[in-house]
T-cell receptor, first 114, second 113 residues
Framework: DTEVTQTPKHLVMGMTNKKSLKCEQH?????MYWYKQKAKKPPELMFV???????INESVPSRFSPECPNSSLLNLHLHALQPEDSALYLC?????????????FGDGTRLSIL | SQQGEEDPQALSIQEGENATMNCSYK?????LQWYRQNSGRGLVHLIL?????REKHSGRLRVTLDTSKKSSSLLITASRAADTASYFC?????????????FGTGTQLKVEL
């Protein structure tokens, strides 16, 4: 079992839908991350939150909107997605944004855009 | 690109054999990390090696780092079927801020009974 919990595990949505991905950790970590992973490819960083503030946005399209309501929760709001956005979305956390801290990953949400 | 390149892309071995995966990168690093990803699951951190370290061990895992050649290797000894997974190196460059890992292309390991 992973210590980072992501819901839902699977999500199918149309291009006009609005949905949200959720991520939760109770390890007291203060840095949280969203990654996008296509099949047989490495994860690509999307967003980084540090102490509930957005620290890094890797030029992600505005149809992806992150939110960090508190230190344990991270959301990714989705709106008007495109078929090419179909992927595995991974959440991760680490103690703080420091160079010697490994990241802990959830099992991801597999997103399919119709 | 700062992305690491891993080889081989795929590796198939028999249970009990050793598996070696290599990672090459282009930038100066702060540290290099190895992660495992089982099919349909998230990534699991295996080992972190800092730029001033040359070798680290963890159980059946051995990681080496050669900063002069900008390369690292992951050795899994006495492999088991449960080691079947994708393995990614991830580099944290010296320049830039925050914990911004860049993952390598990955090696798909299959351990057969």
């Amino acid at each position: 079992d992973t210590e980072v919990t992501q819901t839902p595990k699977h999500l199918v949505m149309g291009m006009t839908n609005k949905k949200s991905l959720k991520c939760e950790q109770h390890m007291g970590h203060r840095a949280m991350y969203w990654y996008k992973q296509k099949a047989k490819k490495p994860p690509e960083l999307m967003f980084v939150y540090s102490y509930e503030k957005l620290s890094i946005n890797e030029s992600v399209p505005s149809r992806f909107s992150p939110e960090c309501p508190n230190s344990s929760l991270l959301n990714l709001h989705l709106h008007a997605l495109q078929p090419e956005d179909s992927a595995l979305y991974l959440c991760a956390s680490s103690q703080v944004i420091q160079s010697n801290q490994p990241q802990h990953f959830g099992d991801g949400t597999r997103l399919s855009i119709l | 690109s700062q992305q690491g390149e891993e080889d081989p892309q795929a590796l198939s071995i028999q249970e009990g054999e050793n598996a070696t995966m290599n990672c090459s990168y282009k930038t100066s690093i702060n540290n290099l990390q190895w992660y495992r990803q089982n099919s349909g699951r998230g990534l699991v951190h295996l080992i972190l090696i800092r730029s001033n370290e040359r070798e680290k061990h963890s159980g059946r895992l051995r990681v080496t780092l050669d900063t002069s050649k900008k390369s690292s290797s992951l050795l899994i000894t006495a492999s088991r079927a449960a080691d079947t997974a994708s393995y990614f190196c991830a580099i944290l460059p010296q320049a830039g801020g925050g914990n911004k890992l860049t993952f390598g292309t990955g090696t798909q390991l299959k351990v057969e009974l």
